[in-house]
Structure formats: C-alpha cells, structure tokens
C-alpha cells in the first residue's frame, strides 16, 4: 500500500464560541479547489443553521468516520473530513481509515440562513475541544456558521499557525473512486417512517474492541420496517458489517426517516449498499463496502474507463464543463460536449479517479467537488487543462460573442469560435484533429473564461469590457 503526509494547515483551530445573540461556529479551511483556480484557506459560507443540534450531530458522525477504522480497530487514522460548496448546499464528507465506510453530511437549502454559498472544496478542521463543544450544542441555541476565515482574517493572513501531518494511503483516494462508481448502480430499495428507522438502527450490534466484523448480513422490507433473513433473496439489501452504521447514531432522535440503497438483486455473498437518514434541512448517508476487511479501493470499478484511450481526453472535455454543480447531469454534459452520453459517463468516473466527482444516491446526480489531495498528480495528467489555466491567468484571453482571442506563449495569436455550443480553433493542434482529440489549450481557456474563471495576473476580457 502506496502510503504519504500530507500537510494540511489552517490559520487557527475550529472553535466554537459565544457571542451576544447565540454562538458562533468557526469553521477553518485548508488549501482548496475554486473556481479561479487553488486559494489558500477559502470562504464558503457565513450565516445560519437552522437546525443547529442536528448539523452539529451530523458533523460530529462524518468525523467520527473520519477517525475510525471498523476493522484493525487498534490502530489510529485521523483525516480532516472535506467540505464542498455547491452553491445551494455544503457538503461535508470522509473516509474512514480502514477505507470500507465513506460518510457525506449534505447541508441543503432549507438547513441554512442568511448567507450565499460559495463554489469550491478544501478540507475542514474538525479537532477534539470542537468535538466536545458541539455535543454541548443545545435545541434553542441560535448558531452562526462560518465556513473559511473570517472577513477580517481573509485581508490579514500572515500564513498558517496550524500544521496538521496525516496519513493519506493511496487506497483512501481510490476509495472516493470506487465508492461513486459503485453507488451509480444503487436504486432505493427501502424507506422507513422515523420511528420504525430508530428501531432498527438501534437494534443493530455494535462492533467489539478488536474490530471483529459480524460479517454480511441481510435484510429485507416487512411492513413499515426492515427485518433480519438469513440468506440473500431477490429485493434483499445487503448490510455488510452492521456495526459500521454506529455513526447515526448521532442523529437517530433528530430523523424523519431511513432509506436505504442497494444493487439489484444478483445472488452475490455480499454487497455494497447506502443507508441514508433523512433529518430537517439535510441528508447524512454511510455507504459501505461489502466487507468490513475489504475496502472500496480493490473493488475495481473504474478500470473499465481507465483502459480506454478517449476517456482521458474526453474527461479533459467534461472537467471544463463542471462548475461544482449540486447535480452534474450526463444528458446535458453529452450535450454541451458532443459526446455521446456513455462516454460522458466514462469521463466521469475517469475524474472520479482523482477525486473530481461523486455520486449523490437520494438525487440519483453526480455531484462536483475537487478533493484537495494530490492534485498536482491530477494536472499532470491533463497538460491541456494545466496550460489553459495558465493562459487564463495570465490575462492571454479575450471573449466578445461568438469570438473568442488567444495571445499564445510564443506572441502567437489563435481565434476560438462557437457555433451551435462547439468550439474550434484556428491553432495547428486543432487543424490537426478538428476537434476529434478534444478541445485544444486554446479552446479550454475560452470554455474557463466564459463559465467565470477568474485570474490571478492580468486582465480577462469579455464582451468588450474588463473583467
């Protein structure tokens, strides 16, 4: 097993404090993935929860993942979870250091107040006085969330005062992969009301000091619950090692209801499966491997994308097209990249790999995020995407209609056009393959530029105005 540090720093340590009209929740980043490009310690968001015991509830369970192992439960793992803005929602997920259980807090709409939510991903501080602050949140205590330094701190950064070095294996990175490939074949298999999803959830046993997994078990619908068989039949879900599913516990008195996602029914000994609980204003959802001694990162979803040629520059094509979207939609990919929709779906799990997309099970929607692990691994597998970013931001693009203007390297100018959501270009590379390699460099910077890239020196133009 490929295993590195990785630094992650933050300008201070997460609090949580009081402050006149209710208590403030800061929330420091790390170095994250934003529209403009890599920023340290971005902002994504500064308002209100409106349930605040059930966020902290649900933040306390995606850490508890975060630095567990359910199996070889003697040693320790401990990774800051991920945050990604999507614009309408904040999700909070991780991975759990035996790589067999990915955990995702989704904030929606309805469980925020007062304040806009920014695009990006980074990691998040989640520290044990945090921990043990939000178990003392109460139902009545108004609470401010602050994703990322506050305004003051943003013009005043002097550089990180904190220094966290954590384990990062390579399987937990291949794990993300995995763990979206697989949930793109769950459908919802079963719903339960609230009081029949804490019956069933605490009747499950919890793991023993060594880790020992019960093993697979399985469950099928009867009534309103769920109840124990003690083989796999057809509209059976798999619940491989039950103790794993000990992090709702967090949340069980704040659910409105349980579903659960599986697979069809292919008489397989064992399964992945997700299990969902649905509470006010947000989604917490464990999705487990199918064995608590087998992680996600063997289970050798993605090879089929990887070992084809066209998915890596077809997975360029797509990564342009994302703008952290809360449902990233294959029919309107294939539409705005020419590509036929089962190629966009390779492409997709091509940029599952690194990290770049996941799956949300209750939408049945990719999702776009950018972990922030190894990303320089990631732009040394797309030079085009890399050299675009440069031209973006050194101010080498101009947009005006259906024009597009690109002062290359060499002083080298080359003309980009849009006809009917295509892109060409006047570039050799282009007239090489006419768009049957993907777009060129040249092409990618207009596609950043016109979805709102922004620069870090220079000056982008569009429609005749600077911007």
């Not at 040693?75 to 990915?102: I, K, M």
């Not at 506050?150 to 070095?165: F, N, Q």
Request: charged share 25%.
């Amino acid at each position: 097993m490929t295993r590195s540090l990785q630094a992650v720093a933050y300008t201070r340590p997460s609090v949580l404090e009081s402050a006149p009209g209710g208590r403030r929740l800061g929330l420091e980043t790390s170095r994250g993935a934003i529209p403009a490009g890599i920023e340290d310690h971005p902002r994504f968001f500064a308002g209100f929860l409106t349930h605040p015991q059930v966020a902290s509830a649900g933040l306390l369970a995606v850490a508890d993942v975060a630095a567990a192992r359910y199996h070889q439960q003697q040693l320790r793992a401990s990774l800051d979870p991920v945050v990604t803005g999507n614009g309408d929602r904040l999700r909070f997920e991780s991975f759990s250091g035996c790589g067999g259980v990915y955990a995702r807090l989704d904030v929606l709409a309805a469980g925020l107040d007062g304040g806009e939510v920014g695009h990006g991903t980074t990691n998040v501080d989640v520290n044990n006085p945090l921990r043990e602050a939000l178990s003392r949140i109460g139902t009545d205590d108004p609470l401010h969330l602050r994703v990322g330094p506050d305004e003051m701190a943003v013009t005043t950064l002097d550089g990180p005062v904190v220094e966290k070095k954590v384990p990062l294996p390579d399987r937990w990175l291949r794990g993300f992969a995995e763990a979206q490939v697989i949930a793109v074949g769950f459908d919802l298999r079963a719903e339960l009301p609230a009081a029949e999803a804490v019956r069933f959830l605490r009747s499950l046993p919890r793991g023993t000091a060594r880790g020992a997994s019960r093993g697979a078990q399985w469950v099928v619908t009867a009534g309103r619950g769920l109840r124990p068989t003690t083989r796999p039949v057809p509209g059976a879900v798999c619940l491989p090692g039950p103790e794993r599913l000990v992090a709702l516990q967090r949340v069980l008195r704040h659910a409105t209801a349980l579903r659960v996602y599986g697979p069809p029914f292919m008489g397989a000994p064992a399964a992945a499966s997700a299990w969902e609980v649905v509470l006010p204003g947000m989604r917490l959802t464990l999705t487990l491997s199918p064995e608590a001694a087998r992680g996600f990162s063997g289970e050798g979803g993605v090879l089929d994308a990887l070992a084809t040629d066209e998915a890596a520059g077809d997975a360029e094509l797509i990564a342009v097209l994302l703008a952290w979207e809360p449902r990233v939609e294959v029919t309107e990919l294939a539409a705005a990249s020419g590509l036929p929709a089962e190629r966009v779906r390779a492409a997709l799990v091509r940029l599952g790999t690194s990290g770049r997309v996941g799956y949300d099970t209750a939408e049945a929607a990719y999702f776009h995020r950018e972990l922030p692990y190894d990303a320089e691994r990631v732009e040394r597998h797309n030079p085009r995407l890399r050299s675009a970013r440069a031209l973006v931001e050194a101010g080498a693009v101009s947009v005006a209609g259906a024009l597009g203007t690109v002062t290359a390297e060499d002083g080298h100018v080359h003309r980009v056009r849009e006809e009917a959501g295509r892109l060409s270009c006047s570039c050799p590379w282009w007239a090489r393959y006419r768009g049957g390699r993907g777009p060129c460099k040249h092409a990618l910077a207009v596609r950043m530029v016109r979805r709102g890239a922004r620069v870090k020196r220079g000056t982008v133009r569009i429609d005749g105005g600077a911007r």
